[in-house]
């Protein structure tokens, strides 16, 4: 029954025609079908179904690559990280006149696929600065928290609801007045579930603040119900995971200089491997993280501590990460796959084996929708808040108040006048925006100057892999936009040494 209910491949079935018992019923036919399966097995190759398995990386009997699959040899094999639109250098084989031959014996899978050097774009002057800057001596290492106060607030009812309002507004009140909602510590009352109504657990707050779930309850992906107090955890989590200022003060062989260095080549490797944004913004979180706290990292190791720190982010974020094999390509083998694998043991040792601590994209998304802000905005609060991850000062804020002060300087620059140099505007920073980001516009001015000045020092910066990436058509050319070096730009700057 066995062979009737599962796949065989086909090893499996020449196995199995060798082997099987004969009948007596069969006993007949046995020679010569004997002689015929024979005479197959002596010509036939062993080979694996391709639908469901990778195809062998190597060489052919004339020592040139093997093609790569066809995309019609199954659905399957086309979402395998081998058929990815990153190309792929076979493993070292050594060619014989007739034959291949290709070590296995190691515990290394030598099979993984690599990047092909000749095709990768990721050039290697990003990785000859790294180098420079890890060779040159070691120089020294030179919010308001707003609660969100919910009442009952009605929303806009129905006109059937109208109707029975009129009829009988004293039943309405007794109705209203009998459910209580418990949100923090304190307690506020809604409709009873018998009256029909839309409104979220967001719309009890200050009169005035728009309620920005309010149209999301039919989407359940957008968990309008529970998304206040899923950052209500965010927030507390961010607490309890710092980054402490000058956090680099205990390193011996590490400076700022080289932190800046090694992030700003991960944000090239990141463009190269096309990977999410939540996975650059987490591999700079345990960067730091791990720096933090292990005090006597050698330069040497730094670029590894980098690599593994992205391996690790990818895949926490990724739905295909990367094989190994193309982390150590692109250190140009300076470390080892078992030298990544040990690095990232001793990386979650130090941070505790916690990857839960909240990204500034994670507050952004919620932050633009508060503001209805369009994709310009976004686009350009995102590579503020890339910039501002280079910068060693900018470390210690916590992500949500690097999302905010760069929504905030964004809105400045987009919505405002930006050839008139008026500073800032708080009417940017809207009482609905102040709710949901727990932040006012004074809290953040600060931060938003400091970031303005490395958006507009960003064309003559030395670490440029950000502002190049923003250059493209992909990230529709923020980085070019003539709002970042106008006079607005410049006034906002000026005023970084007052009030």
């Known amino acids: 029954m066995e062979a009737t209910t599962k796949r065989a491949a086909l090893g499996d079935l020449q196995n199995r025609g060798i082997s099987r018992p004969i009948a007596a019923k069969d006993a007949a036919q046995k020679d010569s079908k004997d002689l015929k399966l024979t005479d197959a097995l002596r010509n036939a190759k062993a080979r694996v179904d391709t639908h469901w398995k990778k195809q062998p990386l190597g060489s052919n009997t004339h020592g040139n690559a093997a093609a790569p699959p066809k995309a019609n040899e199954g659905g399957v094999a086309a979402f395998l990280r081998s058929n990815s639109v990153r190309n792929r250098v076979p493993t070292k084989a050594t060619v014989e006149p007739a ?10 899978n030598v099979n993984e696929p690599t990047l092909k050097r000749e095709d990768s774009s990721l050039s290697k002057k990003s990785l000859t600065k790294l180098r ?16 969100p106060v919910a009442v009952a607030r009605k929303e ?8 029975e309002i009129k009829k009988d507004s004293l039943d309405l009140k007794k109705d209203a007045t009998r459910m209580p909602l418990i949100r923090g510590n304190s307690a506020v009352t809604t409709t009873t579930s018998t009256m029909p109504t839309t409104m979220s657990l967001s719309s009890k707050r200050l009169a005035g603040i728009e309620d920005i779930d309010a149209n999301d309850k039919e989407n359940l992906v957008l968990v309008s119900e529970y998304v206040n107090d899923i950052y209500d955890y965010l927030y507390q989590v961010e607490q309890q995971q710092p980054i402490h200022k000058d956090h680099l003060a205990g390193q011996k062989e590490v400076s700022h200089k080289m932190r800046a260095v090694l992030i700003d080549w991960i944000n090239e ?48 974020e990724e739905l295909f990460p990367p094989a190994i094999g193309d982390f150590v390509f692109i250190t140009d083998d300076t ?11 001793q990386i979650f040792k130090a941070i505790d084996c916690n990857l839960s601590r909240p990204l500034p994209i994670h507050f952004l998304r919620r932050y633009s929708k508060a503001a209805g802000a369009e994709d310009e905005h976004h686009t350009m609060s995102k590579y ?24 905030f300087l964004s809105l400045h620059l987009l919505n405002g006048n930006y050839r008139a140099g008026t500073g800032f505007n708080d009417r940017h920073w809207s009482p609905t925006l102040t709710f949901y980001s727990r932040y006012s516009a004074a809290h953040l001015r600060p931060i938003t100057r400091l970031i303005a000045k ?16 923003y250059q493209g058509s992909k990230f529709q050319k923020i980085a070019l936009r003539t709002e970042l070096s ?6 906002i700057v000026g005023q970084s040494q007052k009030k």
């Not at 034959?99 to 290394?108: F, H, I, L, R």
């Not at 806009?156 to 109707?163: I, R, V």
């Open 99 to 108: 034959k291949v031959t290709v070590k296995s014996s190691s515990t290394e």
């Open 269 to 316: 490797v990141h463009l190269q491997f096309h990977l999410a944004a939540e996975t650059f913004q987490l591999a700079v979180a345990i960067i730091d993280r791990y720096l933090q706290v292990v005090k006597d990292t050698k330069r040497t190791y730094l670029q590894l501590v980098g690599v593994t720190a992205l391996f690790i982010a990818t895949k926490y």
């Open 156 to 163: 806009a009812e129905t006109k059937k609801e109208l109707q």
């Open 335 to 345: 470390y080892t796959a078992r030298q990544i694998r040990q690095m990232e043991l």
């Open 454 to 469: 490395l958006a507009r020092d960003a064309p003559l910066a030395k670490l440029k892999a950000i502002y190049n990436k």
């Open 486 to 491: 106008g006079a607005l730009m410049d006034s």
């Open 132 to 147: 420079a800057a890890l060779a040159k001596p070691v120089m020294g290492v030179s919010g308001i928290r707003r609660e």
């Open 384 to 407: 503020f808040i890339e910039l501002a991850s280079v910068d060693y000062e900018m470390a210690t804020y916590r992500p949500s108040e690097i999302a905010a002060a760069s929504l």
